[in-house]
């Protein structure tokens, strides 16, 4: 369907691509990833015909659409959500435009039989027309739209919800090679399980840029890299491609080593006997044997690792915040009523549940953005909040630069460590001299999370904070907010951020809040949850701790030394749980270089079916690994908990 032979793309000195392929059929489900820069934008561009590649090949099938998705939208006019969605070609257009204002001009009452067989209707009956528009109906109320809202001027809707509209109009028009970037960031949770589960049977064979690991986990079969200026294909989802690339580096490192030292070896002959006549055609013959090797490049150093130290805030008291009896509606819609909730220093709170139960409304409640109508919210000792929400961007100085907004802070940070931090978080060069009143939407975003991160208040309330992000941005804040020392209640869709950081999960469903006082996988378990996504959306959850002013009735409360016994067996249990884990660590990372070592011998590396063997071997480990670490960092965090307490 698609074939890339040769391709190579260079702006300027810079080169993005050189002598890359890549082979896209039919069926394949593939997600493109690279750091920020590497290029997946421009491929696209490559693909779509819309620049031309320096050299190299790109083959189309004859006849074959392309249907792209873009991260943002053009400027809409009067049309509505609908007609955006069944706007599937110009002549679909023209065509329904045209049997629209006969059917105006001729009421149903006035028409006859052989009215309705002119050359509009005809055309519109072999297009199939209206199936197009029953499926664009169904498309856009399962990307969310109400129906009301779809006969809405496209121009009230803000730019989130019309690409939701340009994204039915191209599951409408159901093209063979669907490309899409970053097709999550405008979706609502349960309208992202509706799409992921979607595009599952899609017909077309599909290629997506996206940040988000749970959706590319989801839905692909192969992950295409962008590396060291090539395209490098891995087969699996997100995660397989992780241990894929990691046991690939290993043996290319083992492989590289063993080269320098042969080469050294050579090298060290030819220096030691280049004077001597009677070894000096020898030593000629070494350097000839350097110069005939095919040279094995070390692996690429993965640059999305960047660590910082942040500045932290001053410490608070052991209750961070305390909400006794709040009660709060939207005019008649009552969302709590006389819910208690109490958050203590050093907690990492994950709000979910279905959309509209109230999670934002908490936050907002929590941040003091809101007034309940009754019941209080009580400030711990010292304690300061931030809340990040999309509204933060409107505290930005629009004159200002980017470099100058993040400079203005209180902490006492350098303009190299404020350059670098604006660099994790994509901007970098020339970008921060830009003036923020020509940002996007997404830039002002990440640009307050920089200027938040720079003078972190000590209880930390965050709305959504990865949109907008890439994988190598998250993994930067996933590290800033790893070591931040304050209180963070946060709520996200993106599973990865979530379990990187939540060590308290709270259910919020029916105006009720569910405690589970562990982290997200012992929530998925306690809930016996079908996945890890469908899981923030949960309505009612059959187990967990509902908060005072929930309905259901506490179990009565255990006695002192009952507590104490059971706080004891749970610790015994869970240390002999992580010694086992270490123990199975330990085997796996001895074996791993074990065999790194043996991959490193010529005569291993040479003997194909044993290295290949050893290879097979090398990712079970890697993966097992994969599986095992989290595991233990969980029961180490829950250790660390019950000593504590």
Do not use: C
């Not at 094995?296 to 608070?316: G, L, M, W």
């Amino acid at each position: 369907m698609l074939t890339l032979s040769g391709v190579t793309k260079s702006y300027g000195d810079r080169t993005l691509f050189a002598d890359a392929a890549l082979q896209v059929n039919r069926g394949d489900r593939i997600g493109l990833v690279g750091p920020n820069g590497a290029g997946k934008s421009t491929l696209f561009g490559l693909i779509l015909g819309e620049e031309p590649a320096d050299d190299g090949r790109i083959n189309r099938e004859r006849g074959a659409q392309i249907g792209y998705l873009p991260q943002e939208s053009a400027p809409v006019g009067d049309e509505t959500a609908f007609e955006i969605a069944v706007a599937i070609t110009p002549d679909f257009v023209e065509v329904r435009r045209q049997v629209l204002a006969w059917d105006h001009d001729h009421p149903v009452e006035a028409q006859h039989p052989e009215d309705l067989h002119d050359d509009a209707h005809e055309r519109f009956h072999e297009l199939n027309g209206y199936q197009v528009e029953a499926k664009a109906r169904q498309l856009l109320g399962g990307l969310g739209f109400r129906d009301q809202d779809m006969d809405r001027p496209a121009r009230e809707l803000s730019g989130g919800w019309v690409m939701r509209a340009h994204l039915a109009r191209l599951l409408t028009q159901e093209p063979e090679l669907l490309m899409l970037d970053e097709p999550t960031n405008h979706l609502d949770l349960e309208s992202l399980l509706w799409f992921q589960d979607y595009l599952r049977g899609y017909p077309g064979a599909i290629l997506v840029i996206s940040h988000d690991r749970e959706f590319l986990n989801h839905l692909v079969t192969g992950i295409v890299e962008i590396r060291a200026q090539k395209l490098i294909r891995y087969t699996g989802n997100y995660d397989k491609y992780v241990a894929q690339r990691e046991a690939t580096d290993a043996q290319l490192l083992a492989a590289y080593k063993t080269q320098q030292k042969e080469i050294a070896h050579l090298q060290a002959f030819a220096d030691r006997f280049k004077a001597k006549a009677s070894k000096a055609t020898q030593a000629q013959s070494k350097l000839k044997q350097i110069e005939r090797m095919d040279k094995i490049e070390a692996p690429v150093a993965d640059d999305k690792r960047v660590s910082f130290r942040f500045p932290q805030p001053a410490r608070s008291g052991q209750r961070a915040m305390t909400l006794e009896q709040l009660h709060f509606a939207y005019g008649e819609a009552k969302v709590y009523e006389g819910i208690d909730l109490e958050i203590e220093r050093g907690e990492r709170i994950v709000l979910v549940g279905p959309n509209g139960a109230g999670k934002s409304t908490l936050l907002k409640l929590l941040a003091d953005k809101l007034q309940p109508q009754r019941g209080e919210r009580v400030l711990g000792h010292n304690v300061v909040t931030g809340y990040f929400s999309q509204y933060r961007v409107d505290m930005l100085k629009p004159e200002r630069t980017v470099l100058a907004e993040a400079l203005d802070t209180e902490s006492k940070v350098t303009e190299q460590f404020v350059r670098t931090l604006l660099g994790s978080f994509l901007f970098s060069g020339d970008s921060v001299q830009k003036k923020i009143e020509v940002l996007s939407g997404g830039e002002k975003s990440r640009l307050a999370l920089v200027k938040l991160l720079l003078d972190p208040p000590n209880l930390l309330l965050m709305d959504e904070p990865t949109t907008h992000l890439d994988m190598s941005s998250i993994d930067a804040l996933v590290g800033a907010l790893k070591q931040f020392e304050g209180t963070l209640v946060f709520i996200s869709h993106d599973v990865y951020f979530i379990k990187a950081l939540a060590n308290k999960v709270i259910h919020v469903a029916g105006g009720k809040l569910t405690h589970y006082q562990g982290d997200y996988e012992f929530y998925l378990h306690k809930t016996k949850s079908t996945s890890a996504r469908a899981a923030l959306t949960a309505g009612a959850v059959g187990t967990g701790k509902p908060a005072k002013g929930g309905k259901a009735k506490a179990a009565a409360p255990a006695s002192g030394k009952e507590q104490q016994r059971a706080l004891a067996a749970q610790k015994k249990q869970l240390e002999k749980s992580v010694a086992k884990l270490e123990q199975e660590i330990a085997e796996l990372e001895r074996r791993q270089t074990e065999i790194g070592e043996l991959l490193a011998l010529p005569e291993v590396w040479n003997d194909a079916p044993r290295a290949t063997e050893l290879s097979r071997e090398l990712d079970e480990h890697t993966e097992r690994l994969a599986l095992v670490m989290p595991k233990w960092e969980a029961q180490m965090l829950e250790l660390e908990r019950l000593g504590a307490g």
